[in-house]
């Protein structure tokens, strides 16, 4: 069994659409969720992190964390064809400014379609 | 942008061939990471830096050594490099100046060993 599994896709939804990003993990020490995302020859790029059970808003992005059910998800709304990209899921058992070890999923890709 | 560049972006060379790539921030970062991505596994840590002349290992550091001589400048080297280790290089800095643990990501070096 993986660490951090995702759904690797393609997640194909329709533009203005709810995209719905899912990642589970199997270690019950983790502390902090990140979902990066990533374009074709790009570098992650950082768009979300949780640290509690919940969710966190910015913009059109949603976090949601269920430690429990040791899953995290990413909700975009009104999707672009912009957020056309992989997201990654990733994990780390620390939340504090110590050195934090990052454990990665896959990755899921989106596409979102005119 | 986290001020973080990579050298160089694009390498070719030869199996046995040392292999120097070198990660350069500008923001006095403590933490900084070498990250390798592969289709199927994601991205994997290979060594981190907490510190000028403080490091460890991640979960793929054979082959692979690091030195931190100055805050600003962290070095992966690939003593013998084989064909195995053609990949996409990342490196990351943890951003703590806020007590979290959020990492940021350079541009990339892509290496293809022959």
């Known amino acids: 069994q993986k660490e951090v599994e995702q759904n690797s896709g393609p997640l194909s939804v329709p533009e203005g659409a709810i995209a719905s990003l899912n990642c589970t993990y199997s270690?019950?020490?983790?502390?902090?969720f990140f979902w990066y995302r990533q374009y074709s020859g790009k570098s992650p790029e950082l768009i979300m992190f949780i640290y509690s059970n919940g969710d966190k808003e910015d913009g059109r992005f949603t976090a949601q964390l269920n430690k429990a059910s040791q899953y995290v998800s990413l909700l975009i709304r009104d999707s672009q064809p912009s957020d056309s990209a992989t997201y990654l899921c990733?994990?780390?058992?620390?939340?504090?400014?110590?050195?934090?070890?990052?454990?990665f999923g896959t990755g899921t890709r989106l596409q979102v379609t005119l | 942008d986290a001020g973080i560049t990579q050298s160089p972006r694009h390498k070719v060379t030869e199996t046995g061939t040392p292999v120097t790539l070198r990660c350069h921030q500008t923001e006095n970062h403590r933490y900084m990471y070498w990250y390798r991505q592969d289709p199927g596994h994601g991205l994997r840590l290979i060594h981190y830096s907490y510190g000028v002349k403080d490091t460890d290992k991640g979960e793929v550091s054979d082959g692979y050594s690091v030195s931190r001589s100055k805050t600003e400048d962290f070095l992966l080297t690939l003593e013998s490099a084989t064909s195995s280790q053609t990949s996409v290089y990342f490196c990351a800095i943890m951003d703590n100046h806020r007590g979290g643990n959020e990492q940021f990501f350079g541009p990339g070096t892509r290496l293809t060993v022959l």
């Open positions: 990733a994990v780390s058992r620390v939340n504090t400014g110590t050195a934090s070890k990052l454990t």
């Open positions: 270690d019950r020490g983790s502390q902090s």
